[in-house]
């Protein structure tokens, strides 16, 4: 039986090719460093490091611009509305700050712990003062 079907046709030398195939995102690699840990930790500082290196591993494969867009829509609904929605929108703001200042605190010096703590107390007035507190 012969083949009736067209040969094919070479693509003309200047034709440009398509698209390349895309590849799925690759998670961005973790940077490299010397310890995850503080070193020599015990109890309650160890035990709060464990369980948040579940959680900076997943912040840090979020998008870079995410979670400080949303602390500063947070923060500004905070100073925005002046009741106790403004406090609710503040705290998680509060407790992210406060956070990360834990994790930090023993590689920071005196200056960077002062300042954390300035705005940590700066965090917690905004959201007791639109709960009424003060």
Do not use: C, N
């Amino acid at each position: 039986m012969a083949d009736t079907s067209k040969p094919r046709k070479s693509p003309h030398p200047l034709a440009k090719p398509g698209p390349p195939a895309r590849k799925p995102a690759a998670k961005r690699p973790l940077p490299a460093g010397e310890q995850f840990f503080t070193p020599g930790a015990t109890g309650f500082r160890r035990a709060v490091e464990q369980r948040s290196a579940t959680v900076l591993v997943f912040l840090y494969q979020l998008p870079r611009w995410l979670v400080p867009v949303l602390l500063v829509v947070l923060l500004l609904v905070g100073f925005a509305v002046a009741d106790w929605r403004g406090g609710l929108a503040v705290l998680p703001v509060f407790g992210f700050v406060a956070w990360l200042a834990y994790m930090s605190w023993p590689s920071l010096r005196p200056g960077g712990r002062l300042l954390r703590v300035a705005l940590g107390t700066f965090l917690l007035l905004v959201a007791l003062t639109r709960f009424g507190v003060i």
